[in-house]
């Protein structure tokens, strides 16, 4: 299957996965360490970090909206997807379960 949309949304999904997890962990450390710790020292890496977040979280958005479009699903699915994918390694979960639903829609490939 050479399906560039469905490629894209699984990288972006992935990369904004990971970058979620970076975000809580960074969000977790200043609030549960003390004034002179490494996540207080380093707030200016985890406000960029952050920052892209937000903008590659706004790709996979686009990317599923794309998705859902071309395989006429439901609004309330995307929704699910949008929704899901902000719960830290929830996120990874539901990239599998619309890969999954692509991938079951799509039929077989003929043989050469």
């Known amino acids: 299957m050479n399906d560039r949309l469905l490629r894209a949304y699984q990288v972006m999904a992935t990369i904004v996965g990971i970058n979620l997890l970076i975000v809580m962990a960074g969000f977790i ?7 002179g710790s490494w996540f207080n ?3 200016d890496v985890f406000l960029v970090i952050d920052q892209l977040h937000g903008f590659l979280f706004m790709v996979l958005i686009v990317l599923a909206a794309k998705l859902t479009l071309r395989e006429k699903w439901s609004w309330g699915y995307l929704l699910s997807v949008v929704l899901l994918a902000c719960i830290p390694v929830v996120s990874f979960w539901a990239e599998r379960r619309t890969t999954r639903r692509v991938r079951s829609a ?3 490939p003929a043989a050469a």
């Not at 450390?29 to 004034?35: F, N, P, Q, V």
């Open 29 to 35: 450390g200043k609030y549960a360490t003390d004034e």
């Open 41 to 43: 020292r380093n707030q």
């Open 106 to 108: 799509d039929p077989a």
